[in-house]
Every structure is written in C-alpha cells, then in structure tokens.
C-alpha cells in the first residue's frame, strides 16, 4: 500500500487519523445492531472526509478507495483468523489453569508409543503432567495467534523464498510423496522473530524450538503457508460447537422441534458442561500430543498433532455434536 502511494504522491494518507477510522473492523459480535449501524455511519463517514481531502480527481479518487479497501481486507483477515484463535486461546484460559485440576479433565499426558492401524485413538508421544501441557498449549496459541497476525509478512517471505532465482530445489521422497525441497531463508527468519516475541513473553519454554523448513517435516515455503493458513479452518469450528452449546439461541435449548436433544446430552455427557469440558480437554490433550509427528514438541509438531486429531474427529463420541452445530 505504501509503495502505492507513493506512486501516486499521497503517502501522507498514512499518517492521517481518519485512516484509522476508515479501516477499522469490528466482528459485530456482542454488539447491537443499533451499535453495528453507529460503527459502520462512523468508517462511511471517515472513508468520505477521506475522500474529500486528498483527492483531486476522479482517477485519485479511484486511488484512496483501493487503498482504504486493501487495508480494510487486511485488518478483517486478521481481525477473524487471529480472533478465532485468540478464542481457543480464552477458552484455554477460561476453563484450565496450570495450577488447578477438574477430574476428569486433567491435561496429563502419558506417551503411548505404539502401532494402531486403525487409528480409532491418539498414539501419545509427549510426557507432560497437566501444569506442563497447560503451559505447552498455551504457548502454542499465543505462537499462533501472532502467526496469524503476521500472516502478510508471512505470506510475503514464502512469495521471496520460492520465487527467488538463486534458491534451487530438491525432488525428494519426504514420506508423503515426492516434495520440492528448498531452502527457506525469509520465512525462516519471519518465524524466528515470531519464536522469539512469545518467548519473551513466558517464563519457561515447554518443548523445542526447532522451525522445520525445507526439510523433509515442511519441505518448501507454500507448505509452510498451507499449514499454518489452516489454522482458522480448525479451530474455528471447535470454537462454534462449543458456543452452539452455551448458547440459549442454539438447537440444544428448549428445541421444540427436536426436544431430545438436551436429553440426549444429559444422558450421554452428564450436562452441559461436562459436554464443553470433555471436548475442550481432548483436543488440549491429543491436539497437542505429538501425534502424527516425529519429534511431537518442535513448532511444525505441534500443528501436526492438532492435523491428527482432526483426521480422528469423525471417531470421537461427541462428533454428533459438531454435526448439529453445522460443522
């Protein structure tokens, strides 16, 4: 955008507030829709002072309105995907605590190295009592949370890194078929400010630090992007089940067209409650268990583990729930 504007001579549109007011994104959740309407008068308004003060013409005109549009893009992309994630990462919050434990909920976690063909369960391959797998998912999502606010520079490196003349590739056989294995530098570099910004915000570090790239775990740059793109993907519907349960406006209260339901969960999950905490438990479990990874700790291992659980979900006893909350 910068660089766009400075074509057309009208970098200083960064610096006025009014941009800020003609580009912000707000979810409209927990709002009236007398409040949504307030907001949405509010970046019209802004979006026209705009408008009015620095364009001359009609093609300048044309100008400031793809810039407030591709700023506006931007922030809802990251308003929605970090905001999914920042949901998990609340609900974490909300419900454990590393220094408290509600049985049967506990996130302990016993490795369990073992050949399941039918892979009906989760093969553990982490050894962590419930503090420490508290603070390792916890770690994760805050990981993700910035990598999903970081995803433009994100996406932007692994444009750097595979486009670059000088970078050649390997075709390899990486275990999931022939790959395109090269080197990332930029990418690399991009997540290893990221490591870093939420080290410091912890006391401890759970697990390893190791960013798989251009190996055989995340073989090129668009892998990488592919992966961590998904992230929303995933968490989203966990989080949509989960408020479809809480919710007094979901099918699970006072469904006069199907009255069973709330039976249903009563008798097959005890309440409510014990429904959100048996799924929020189990993905903070198996999520984050090492499965379906070599090393089960290392930063790419962690979004593997959460991959796997997601190929399982179809086996879980509360699936049924998922399919009534629209997943």
């Given amino acids: 955008v910068s660089g766009y504007l400075e074509e057309h001579k009208g ?8 941009i800020l007011a003609a580009t912000n994104e707000f979810t409209g959740k927990n709002l009236t829709r007398r409040e949504v309407d307030n907001r949405l ?22 100008a400031i309105e793809l810039v407030i549009d591709s700023i506006s893009d931007a922030n809802n992309y990251v308003e929605c995907n970090a905001g999914i994630v920042k949901t998990t990462l609340q609900n974490l919050r909300d419900n454990f605590s590393d220094d408290k434990i509600e049985q049967p909920y506990s996130l302990e ?9 039918s892979r009906y369960r989760s093969n553990a391959k982490l050894n962590h009592d419930h503090p420490t797998q508290f603070r390792f998912v916890e770690q994760s ?16 490196a692994a444009d750097e890194d595979l486009l670059r003349g ?17 080197y990332c530098p930029t990418v690399s570099s991009e997540m290893s400010k990221i490591l870093k910004k939420v080290q410091r ?15 055989r775990d995340v073989p090129n740059a668009l892998t990488f992007i592919d992966k961590y793109t998904n992230i929303p993907w995933i968490l989203g519907p966990i989080n949509d089940t989960l408020e479809a ?12 067209k199907f009255p069973g339901l709330e039976k249903y969960i009563d008798y097959a999950f005890e309440s409510k409650h014990d429904l959100r905490m048996k799924i929020l438990s189990d993905y903070f479990k198996h999520g984050f268990d090492g499965d ?10 962690r979004l593997t583990s959460t991959w796997n659980w997601c190929n399982l979900i179809a086996k879980k006893d509360y699936y049924s729930i998922f399919m009534l909350s629209g997943f």
């Avoid at 970098?11 to 009014?18: K, R, T, V």
């Avoid at 000088?166 to 090269?182: F, I, M």
């Avoid at 006391?203 to 190996?215: A, I, N």
């Avoid at 379906?292 to 291992?301: L, N, R, V, W």
Wanted: contains cysteine; charged residues 25%; aromatic residues 10%.
């Fill in 11 to 18: 970098s200083e549109i960064l610096n006025d507030q009014l």
């Fill in 41 to 62: 008068q509010l970046k019209k308004n802004a979006r026209k002072a705009l408008i009015d003060k620095y364009a001359e013409d009609e093609s300048a005109k044309e």
């Fill in 109 to 117: 976690l016993r490795s369990s190295w073992r050949i399941d063909f």
């Fill in 141 to 156: 999502l805050m990981l993700w949370d910035i990598a999903m606010e970081s995803m433009f520079k994100l996406w932007y």
């Fill in 166 to 182: 000088r970078a050649s590739y390997r075709l390899c056989n990486t275990g999931q078929g022939l790959n395109r294995v090269q």
């Fill in 201 to 215: 915000q912890c006391s401890g570090w759970v697990g390893l630090s190791v960013v798989h790239l251009g190996d």
């Fill in 245 to 256: 349960i809480s919710s007094e406006n979901s099918p699970f209260y006072n469904n006069s």
């Fill in 292 to 301: 379906g990874d070599d090393g089960g700790s290392c930063i790419d291992g």
